[in-house]
C-alpha cells in the first residue's frame, strides 16, 4: 500500500481511501481464491487493520510537520545591510535605537534563532521585540488555524468512512437490526469498518457459491450410456465428454429437436433449487478449432425453463451463462438437453461440465 501512494497524491485522504479498500478487495478475492480457512482470513483482517493504523499515524505526522514549516515560514526574514550602515527589516525601512541613532541590530541576522538573543544585548534589542511583537502574534494566530483545519479536515474523513460503510446496511434484508446499532455508528474506527465490511462479503460469496452438477464418475457413466457420448481428454488433464450429434427430423416450426442428447440432473440438485430462480454455466469447446453451433433447453417434464438458447464457439474451452428457474415441483430431477447438430459445421461439440448456483 505504501509503495501505490506514492503513485499518486498521497496527501489526499480520499486517495489513501481507495488504496485501502482496493487492498481489500484484493485481499477477499486471494481468501476466496485459494479457499482459506477462516482462521486465517481473520489474520488477514488484523494485518490489514494494522497497516492502515500504521499508515494514517504517519500521514498525521506529516500534517503536523507541515503545519510547522508554514508557521516558521511566515517570520520576517533579515535582509542586507542598507545605506550608512542601517539594518532593514524586509519592509526596506531602517530601524533606530532608543537614543535615535542608527541600529544595526534592527532585524535578527541570518542563520541567528529571533527566540534566543544574545542576553548582553536585551537593552539594546528592546525595541525590536515589541516591534517584531505584532508580526509573531499574527504568525501565531496562522499556525493555530493551520493545526485547526488538519484536525477538522481528519474528524470529517473518519466520520466520512464510517457512514460510507453504515450505510448499505439499510438496504439490506436486515435493515431492523442495522438500525437498533446504528447510534454507535458515528463512534466506529476505520479498522472495526473494514473487518464488518469484510464479514458480510464472506456471507455472500458462501450464498452466491456454484454448484457443480456432474462429477467426473456421473460424466464417465454418460459416456458408457450412450453411443453418442465418448469421454475424451480435455486441456490440462481435464476429461470432457464428445457429444455427437445425431440428425432428426425438424418440427412444424423448424426446429430441431430429436437430435437432442439428454444429461439428466440429479434430484439432489433440482432439491436444491426447487423453486428458485438460478444462474447456470455451461463449458463446452471446440475439438478442432474450427466453430460450432449447438443449442441448449432445461427440460422439466416436457417444459423447458429457459427456453431454447442457441451459442457459437471456436475455442477448446468457453463458458456460457444462462437463467432459468427451477419448477417447485422438481424434486425427482430434470435434464439438460444439448444439440450440437444445428450448425453448417462439424455436428460434434465437447461438453466440460455445468455449475448452477442461485440467481436473483
Known sequence: MRRTLTKGNAADPNFRLEIYEAAERALLRLEAANEMSEEAR????????????TLETEFAGLD????????????????????????????????????????????????????????NDAPARAGDEVA???????????????????????LLFLLGVAVWIVLPFFSSASSN????????????????????????????????????????????????????????????????????????????DGSNVTGEIDLPISGDIARQFAGQKVQGEVIVGSPDGTAREFTLRCLFGADTVCGRQRFKTALPEEN?????????????????????????????????????????
Request: proline letters at 7%.
Open 42 to 53: 481473520d489474520r488477514h483482517r488484523r494485518e490489514l487493520i494494522s497497516a492502515v493504523e
Open 177 to 252: 437490526d442495522t438500525a437498533e446499532a446504528d447510534p454507535n455508528a458515528a463512534g466506529i474506527s476505520v479498522a472495526d469498518a473494514i473487518k464488518e465490511n469484510a464479514t458480510s462479503v464472506d456471507q455472500t460469496a458462501a450464498a452466491t457459491k456454484w454448484v457443480d452438477v456432474y462429477t467426473p464418475a456421473a460424466m464417465r457413466e454418460f459416456a458408457d450410456s450412450d453411443s453418442a457420448i465418448e469421454l475424451v481428454p480435455g486441456a490440462g488433464g481435464k476429461d470432457a465428454l464428445k457429444l455427437e450429434g445425431r440428425t432428426g427430423e425438424n418440427t412444424a
Open 132 to 154: 517584531d511583537t505584532g508580526a509573531a502574534e499574527r504568525s501565531g494566530r496562522l499556525g493555530r488555524k493551520l493545526t485547526a483545519a488538519v484536525i477538522v479536515l481528519l
Open 320 to 360: 456460457f451463462l444462462f437463467h432459468l428457474e427451477f419448477p417447485p415441483e422438481a424434486v425427482t430431477g430434470g435434464q439438460i438437453a444439448l444439440d450440437p447438430a444445428i450448425g453448417p459445421g462439424a455436428k460434434d461439440l465437447l461438453f466440460f461440465g455445468l455449475k448452477l448456483r442461485q440467481g436473483s
Open 64 to 119: 503536523d510537520e507541515a503545519v510547522g514549516a508554514s508557521g516558521d515560514a511566515s517570520e520576517p526574514r533579515d535582509t542586507r545591510d542598507g545605506p550608512d550602515g542601517f539594518v532593514k527589516t524586509e519592509g526596506g525601512e531602517p530601524v533606530l535605537n532608543g537614543s535615535g541613532e542608527p541600529s544595526h541590530e534592527g532585524a535578527p541576522l541570518s542563520g541567528v534563532s529571533p527566540a534566543a538573543p544574545d542576553r
